[in-house]
């Protein structure tokens, strides 16, 4: 079945530094990707999708590419700010499923030091 | 900027109780989801509901759990009779047109604690 592995927190940075969360998937076909962000208190954001191979999503200044050969979708960000210190989730739809459920990765959190 | 909203925003209930959960999703998305996070896990899916019926549904979603859209504004989660091991944050989530590429719009969520 369809999957996603990210990589366990907690992550601590200290401000401007550049942050990575890696995120793999395992799906037959092309997914659709998602990186969903909760803040303490809050529900989940959608901070950036990507919907095809090598499409980059970007939003906030965070990035992801979709890249098909190694099933991957990292979340990167060259310089970090307090404010997102958070829970960051990979997710997938996978096109040809019913319902359009998301899967979810374990959720990374991050915390940003000043 | 229209959000989802969930109330409560923590329910304590005895085993064996019946309890509601309550989401108005944005007003004109067609497409409603509810998920759910244990404590300590993955955000896990339930339920998919559109044009009145479930669309899609996992296997946690079994007999005890039921969905409405009671009115033109109101989505809710049914637990008919809850376990302990239904203890957990769960979440409304709402889409425009239901596609793998539409983004879901996620509420804050209810806390549920099962005693």
């Known amino acids: 079945g369809n999957s996603v592995t990210q990589m366990e927190g907690p992550v601590t940075l200290s401000e401007e530094a550049f942050l990575t969360i890696n995120c793999t998937y395992t799906a037959t076909g092309y997914p659709s990707l998602f990186w969903y962000v909760q803040y303490p208190g809050e529900g989940l954001q959608l901070l950036l999708k990507?919907?095809?191979?090598?499409d980059k999503g970007s939003n906030k200044g965070f990035e992801a590419t979709y890249r098909k050969e190694t099933t991957s979708f990292h979340l990167e960000k060259g310089s970090v700010q307090v404010s997102d210190s958070a829970v960051y989730f990979c997710a997938l739809i996978h096109k040809e499923a019913a319902g359009n459920k998301l899967t979810f990765g374990g959720g990374t959190r991050v915390l940003v030091k000043p | 900027e229209p959000e989802v909203t969930q109330t409560p925003s923590h329910q304590v209930t005895q085993m064996g109780q019946e309890v509601i959960l309550r989401c108005v999703p944005i007003?004109?998305?067609?497409?409603f989801y509810w998920y759910r996070q244990i404590l300590g896990q993955k955000v896990e899916f339930l339920v998919s509901?559109?044009?009145?019926?479930?669309?899609?549904k996992s296997e946690i979603f079994d007999d005890q759990f039921s969905v409405e859209r009671p009115d033109g504004s109101n989505f809710t989660l049914k637990i008919r009779s809850t376990k302990l091991e239904d203890s957990a944050m769960y979440f409304c989530a709402s889409s425009t047109n239901g596609g793998s590429t539409d983004t879901q719009y996620f509420g804050p969520g209810t806390r549920l604690t099962v005693l």
């Open positions: 007003s004109n998305h067609l497409y």
């Open positions: 509901f559109y044009n009145n019926e479930i669309s899609e």
């Open positions: 990507a919907t095809k191979a090598d």
